[in-house]
């Protein structure tokens, strides 16, 4: 009895051993240790209930050209002044005016032009109605660039486009080369730029 107890005993002890020394060892089945992951640094802004988190530092984009000074000083103010952006609008208000001279739309002209540009459109529009012809109409815009900028007053922005442009009355067209300045007060809540003067192109 004695030797079997002591046999019984010995084989005990070598599959204890032999089981420690199989699940002490890594079988590839774990989860693998968390990684650290390294974040792109945030400058912190006050959230609702006064905590900082973290937000993208926007940058203003570099101007560049003749009016860069200008729009500097405009962006200054409006930090949400883009010239693309601004390009974009201008063209589009171009093909407004345009159209609604032609139509004789005075009152489409007056939330586009300024009061001194929309008498003199108005007193153009009356001596066409006198001598009935047809208006030139816009057949495309060849060009638009800005020109120059600058901040008046402290608080009004003036950007001058140079407008390339195609007219016609169905009958004649005619290259049309102006340029248009358009005026806002950046410190009003009105995002809306006005026409405020028109030139001839030199």
């Keep these: 009895m004695n030797i079997e107890i002591i046999i019984l005993t010995a084989v005990a002890v070598f599959v204890i051993s032999r089981l420690y020394s199989v699940l002490g060892q890594k079988t590839g089945a774990e989860p693998p240790a968390r990684t650290r992951r390294e974040s792109v640094r945030r400058a912190p802004e006050p959230s609702e209930d006064g905590a900082e988190t973290a937000s993208p530092v926007r940058l203003r984009p570099a101007f560049t050209g003749e009016a860069a000074a200008g729009l500097e000083a405009?962006?200054?103010?409006?930090?949400?002044?883009?010239?693309?952006?601004?390009?974009?609008?201008?063209?589009?208000?171009?093909?407004?005016?345009?159209?609604?001279?032609?139509?004789?739309?005075?009152?489409?002209?007056?939330?586009?032009?300024?009061?001194?540009?929309?008498?003199?459109?108005?007193?153009?529009?009356?001596?066409?109605?006198?001598?009935?012809?047809?208006?030139?109409?816009?057949?495309?815009?060849?060009?638009?660039?800005?020109?120059?900028?600058?901040?008046?007053?402290?608080?009004?922005?003036?950007?001058?486009?140079?407008?390339?442009?195609?007219?016609?009355?169905?009958?004649t067209t005619r290259e049309a080369r102006e340029i248009w300045t358009f005026k806002r007060n950046l410190s009003s809540k009105d995002p809306n730029w006005l026409l405020d003067e028109v030139s001839a192109m030199a």
Aim: net charge negative; proline share 4%; aromatic share 8%.
């Design 74 to 171: 405009i962006a200054s103010i409006d930090p949400t002044f883009s010239p693309d952006e601004f390009i974009r609008g201008a063209r589009r208000a171009y093909e407004l005016i345009v159209s609604a001279f032609a139509d004789g739309d005075r009152e489409a002209l007056k939330t586009l032009v300024d009061q001194d540009v929309f008498e003199a459109y108005s007193d153009a529009i009356s001596a066409r109605e006198e001598t009935p012809s047809e208006p030139m109409r816009l057949l495309r815009i060849r060009k638009a660039s800005i020109a120059e900028a600058e901040l008046a007053g402290g608080r009004t922005g003036l950007v001058s486009v140079s407008f390339e442009a195609e007219l016609s009355d169905g009958e």
